[in-house]
């Protein structure tokens, strides 16, 4: 019974406490006051977030413009530098000696003509195999000594080809790549390269008194249209290999050499 007693004492007294802080003006507006600092401090804290909140609003809408002119720019370099590219690794001209068109690996055809050079007898000749074009030129204005162009034909027909048969060419130009490199012995070319035709080495006889010069003959050669008849003229012939100076393996004695045409 005691204990109820003191316990009730204690509640009353904890009640008129409570009712006299709730009773008290200053303890109040006290109360007020720290939550109006509060309310105060927090709405402070909400501009300075909106301020940054808006710089770096604005900031990003900087750099999105920045980031759409940088884009524009780098696809009209990267268009130019396509167009430069282009430019630049486009125009490799090479012959193909025995036919009348060019291959099919971004090709265009420049002329289609006739193989020609020097007569094979003639000492003092100029050495090299040119592809005469088909619609010349000509003059009449020289009359002092001079030089002779001679058509080229088939001496025999290990080519495939009666002999006397005339030798076409045609001058083939690269639209995508600029270098050109004709490698002898081989079939294929290097990696990184492209062929544009492999063929069989020839060259001029070496019991001949004129020069010559060693061209790639295009594997299926072809031959002019009435060039039947045996002129003569610039003559080429197989080339085999001759050991002793050159290195026999990988090279073997009496083998015909191949040839190809590679663009890169």
Excluded at 117 to 144: I, N, Q
Aim: proline share 4%.
């Amino acid at each position: 019974m005691v204990v109820w007693i003191l316990l009730i004492v204690f509640l009353t007294r904890a009640v008129a406490e409570k009712r006299i802080l709730l009773n008290d003006p200053n303890l109040v507006q006290s109360q007020i006051h720290a939550l109006e600092r509060k309310m105060e401090d927090v709405v402070t804290k909400n501009s300075d977030l909106a301020a940054k909140y808006n710089d770096l609003f604005a900031k990003y809408n900087d750099l999105s413009t920045k980031y759409t002119d940088q884009s524009l720019q780098f696809t009209d370099l990267s268009a130019k530098y396509n167009t430069l590219l282009t430019k630049t690794n486009a125009g490799g001209i090479f012959v193909r000696w025995g036919r009348k068109d060019c291959p099919g690996n971004k090709t265009e055809l420049v002329y289609s003509g006739f193989a020609g050079g020097s007569y094979y007898r003639h000492s003092g000749a100029a050495a090299e195999f040119v592809c005469l074009p088909p619609d010349p030129d000509l003059t009449t204005k020289y009359t002092s000594s001079y030089a002779y162009m001679y058509g080229s034909e088939y001496y025999s027909n290990e080519f495939g080809h009666d002999g006397g048969n005339d030798l076409p060419c045609s001058v083939c130009r690269s639209t995508v790549q600029s270098s050109v490199l004709m490698i002898p012995a081989k079939s294929s070319c290097y990696d990184g390269w492209s062929m544009q035709y492999q063929g069989d080495l020839v060259a001029g006889y070496t019991a001949n008194e004129a020069a010559s010069q060693y061209i790639c003959l295009d594997e299926h050669s072809e031959t002019l249209t009435g060039g039947q008849r045996s002129d003569y003229g610039k003559l080429f012939f197989p080339v085999k290999a001759v050991c002793g100076a050159l290195a026999c393996p990988p090279y073997h004695n009496d083998r015909y050499l191949t040839c190809v045409v590679c663009t890169k």
